[in-house]
């Protein structure tokens, strides 16, 4: 890319663009010539590198090596490249007819966030930044493995945000990886803005109610997963990473078991679970009990439901869709309210939603207890893919159990379990227990 037709295809091409910036220099038999969009770079570094430079310096031949000498420097291989990294906010430099990209941009997105989804009380409370190049400084200062590999590809006709895939070349799973480079290399879509999108896109079974990948905006969690021989995606311009092979334990654990004592972590796990389980079967239970089977209650039990159900115009079935409905409603409306009324207008519509319901009757005093227990069960799952999952098997489990009572919510409850083990994690199986693992070469590389 050495001729005068090549400035004419550059201005062919940025014909578009009003804010790309030329800049014609020339000083003492030198000669310099600048592209860039002002909004992307950063003046000041263009002015200690470049500028400054070009009237300190004698000649083109010694400018000309100083530029090849910046960290910044970059070869251009077509001109396709011109444009693409002049609109990401490179610098396009024509000196002696050669033409170089200079990396001064400037980056607003390369602070450090705090965490807000995953919060514990011990441990780190930095999160990943915006900025892809951030994120993966913050891996590789605290994994010191001269093994861990980043490699990146683009994904996005529109945006082409660059994807980077990172992983412990030691420990990973070389199929894998293989699996991953295949799928990412198939996907055509027009805009990629975020992990999580690529993660669908990627899913080998994209209708599945269980995640196959975890997401997370913790470094902590992401150093854990590559010494696990896990493969880490990261999109460039998104704060949070995806791990995988992913399995059901990794959505059940968080990284502040192992800041506690193992007498402590096996209680907040047990409790964990018992969260799990509660969340998801209690509803049914109710439904059954209820609606068919009130015998399995002890008397003054049964007589006690029995009582706060006088005047209830529904079937338990009904009672129990129409309250899990409206604390659907109000857990979305938590989310998607601003953060400084979201707390108040929940709380206060529960409160009032439900001391409404069981003066107008529409709901018993039990369902109102039942429903607030399942939320706050709902809310111990800590990764939020999951606490989605199980709500949705949770609907699915209540209308088994309405048309076939207690037998129907134990065949329903054998059915999910006989799903998650045929299920598996690019190639990983999904109840497996996941081990750090040990040895450099993978199983498969053994045989």
């Known amino acids: 890319m050495s001729s005068k037709d090549s400035i004419k295809w550059i201005y062919d091409q940025f014909k578009d663009t009003n804010e790309l910036i030329e800049k014609n220099m020339e000083y003492d038999n030198k000669h310099l010539l600048l592209f860039y969009i002002k909004s992307l770079i950063d003046m000041d570094m263009l002015e200690k ?101 980043v490699e990146y590809i683009v994904e996005g006709e529109v945006n082409q945000h660059k994807v980077a895939i990172i992983y412990d070349k030691d420990k990973v799973k070389t199929n894998v990886l293989d699996t991953i480079r295949e799928k990412l290399q198939k996907v055509d879509k027009q805009l990629i803005s975020s992990t999580t999108q690529l993660n669908n896109y990627i899913n080998d079974k994209p209708i599945t109610i269980f995640p196959q990948m975890i997401m997370t905006e913790r470094p902590d969690r992401i150093i854990y997963n590559l010494a696990g021989g896990k493969v880490i995606l990261f999109v460039d311009g998104n704060p949070q990473a995806v791990a995988t092979p992913a399995v059901f334990f990794d959505f059940m654990t968080t990284m502040e078991d ?135 098997v949770r609907l699915l489990l209540i209308l088994i159990t309405s048309v076939f009572g207690l037998a129907g919510l134990v065949l329903g409850f054998f059915v999910l379990l006989m799903y998650l083990v045929n299920m598996d994690s690019f190639g990983e199986p999904y109840l497996r227990i996941y081990a750090f693992s040990k040895n450099k070469k993978s199983s498969e590389e053994k045989t």
């Open 49 to 149: 590198f470049v500028i400054k430079p070009f009237f300190e310096m004698s000649s083109e031949e010694q400018l000309n090596l100083y530029l090849h000498a910046l960290p910044q420097f970059q070869e251009i291989t077509s001109k396709e490249q011109v444009q693409l990294e002049v609109m990401k906010g490179n610098t396009l430099i024509v000196i002696q007819n050669e033409y170089y990209l200079l990396d001064f941009r400037l980056s607003k997105n390369d602070e450090v966030n705090q965490t807000s989804i995953e919060t514990t009380i011990h441990g780190s409370q930095l999160a990943f930044s915006d900025n892809l190049a951030t994120n993966i400084n913050i891996i590789r200062t605290n994994y010191h493995q001269p093994s861990l590999t």
């Open 258 to 392: 192992n800041y506690h004592t193992f007498v402590i972590s096996l209680f907040l796990r047990i409790l964990r679970y018992a969260g799990l389980f509660l969340s998801l079967l209690l509803p049914a239970v109710y439904v059954g009990v209820t609606s068919f089977t009130p015998e399995v209650f002890r008397t003054e039990l049964a007589l006690t439901v029995a009582g706060s159900r006088v005047g209830v115009p529904f079937s338990s079935f009904i009672e129990v869709l129409f309250m899990l409905f409206f604390m659907e409603l109000l857990l979305e409306a938590s989310i998607r309210l601003p953060k400084a009324v979201s707390a108040t207008a929940t709380t206060v519509g529960g409160l009032i939603l439900g001391t409404a319901v069981t003066e107008a009757s529409l709901a018993s005093n039990i369902m109102v207890i039942i429903v607030s227990a399942v939320a706050i069960s709902t809310f111990v799952i800590p990764v939020n893919e999951m606490a989605f999952s199980i709500r949705v």
